[in-house]
């Protein structure tokens, strides 16, 4: 009969590798570009009006890449600092999560507002902080997401303009002609992608995207 003798050690750190591995779908999404770049892009589609062109799996696979470009130099760092020392057991696990927290929480700092970190800080009991230092990460990452989300509506909203702006005129038009019974949606969505086509729409976009950050 076959035994396997596992120390204590080591089924703890078997756990805290699954438990890590769980929750590297809500780090991506939380504590990166993702956010910011997905929401975008779903804007961009509603705004087309072209119900579910790009497909779903499009537009989550162009965020993702894009998040990788974004935070590759932020993944360099981590790779350099804790990945690769950890390996070669040069530093502990919890000096290796330390030194990867680091260039994650510049990078959300970067990208998140006073005001949002002042809201959670407040709300979560803490002494004023001194420095960025003395802001634990749980506070730093609901921040950073609604810093995200509303950096995203922004950028959302100065892209309905111009399509909103073919919608009223297709409207007004068939009014005026007494086409109340055809639908303007039907009428403009060509419009609306010829435009998105001659400005060369998706560089504009990702240009933005990227610059941003």
Avoid: C
């Avoid at 705004?47 to 974004?70: D, E, M, W």
């Avoid at 600092?81 to 700092?109: C, D, H, K, V």
Wanted: glycine content about 6%; aromatic content about 10%; cysteine-free.
């Amino acid at each position: 009969m076959i035994t396997f003798d596992f120390g204590t050690g080591s089924v703890i750190e078997i756990l805290l590798l699954v438990t890590i591995l769980s929750l590297v779908p809500a780090i991506l999404v939380l504590m990166t570009s993702f956010t910011r770049i997905v929401v975008v892009l779903a804007f961009v589609r509603n705004a087309l009006g072209t119900q579910q062109l790009p497909p779903n799996q499009v537009i989550i696979g162009l965020a993702l890449f894009l998040t990788f470009f974004v935070m590759m130099p932020t993944f360099t760092q981590i790779n350099t600092n804790a990945l690769q020392p950890y390996l070669a057991q040069e530093i502990s696990r919890e000096e290796a999560i330390r030194q990867a927290e680091g260039p994650l929480r510049t990078f959300m700092f970067k990208q998140t507002r006073e005001k949002d970190l002042e809201l959670f800080v407040g709300m979560s009991g803490l002494e004023r902080p001194q420095t960025y230092g003395d802001i634990p990460t749980y506070v730093l990452i609901p921040a950073f997401v609604i810093s995200e989300l509303k950096t995203a509506f922004q950028m959302g909203f100065a892209l309905f303009i111009p399509f909103m702006i073919i919608d009223m005129v297709v409207a007004s038009a068939l009014m005026s002609m007494g086409m109340m019974m055809l639908p303007p949606m039907m009428i403009s969505l060509p419009f609306k992608i010829l435009l998105f086509v001659l400005v060369d729409g998706w560089h504009m976009v990702v240009e933005s995207l990227i610059v941003s950050f």
